[in-house]
């Protein structure tokens, strides 16, 4: 079989030719959503220290981190959807009536 036969490699460069066309930012959303990010990056994000975004959770004011074996770890998506609702929170109070 001749290199300009092989099924797989045609096959192969079907399956690229079609990731690549689908773009960065498709790619990019389904990664934001399934990414674990630890204490330190939730910190760093969030502007809280450690002891304040365990405060939170206990309060329920804050997402609760998911275990990893011996460690914790928070969905990326539901840090950046309590942001996004701490800033909504922020602009319609501050809007006028």
Not at 37 to 62: N, T
């Amino acid at each position: 079989m001749t290199e300009n036969n092989n099924p797989l490699r045609a096959a192969c460069a079907q399956t690229y030719s079609a990731t690549a066309n689908a773009g960065p930012s498709s790619m990019a959303t389904d990664a934001t959503q399934r990414r674990i990010i630890r204490l330190p990056e939730v910190c760093r994000l969030i502007g809280l220290s450690r002891s304040v975004v365990y405060a939170r959770i206990k309060q329920k004011q804050f997402p609760a981190p998911i275990k990893l074996g011996y460690s914790s770890g928070w969905i990326e998506s539901e840090v950046q959807a309590w942001i996004d609702g701490r800033i909504d929170a922020t602009r319609n109070a501050a809007s006028p009536v």
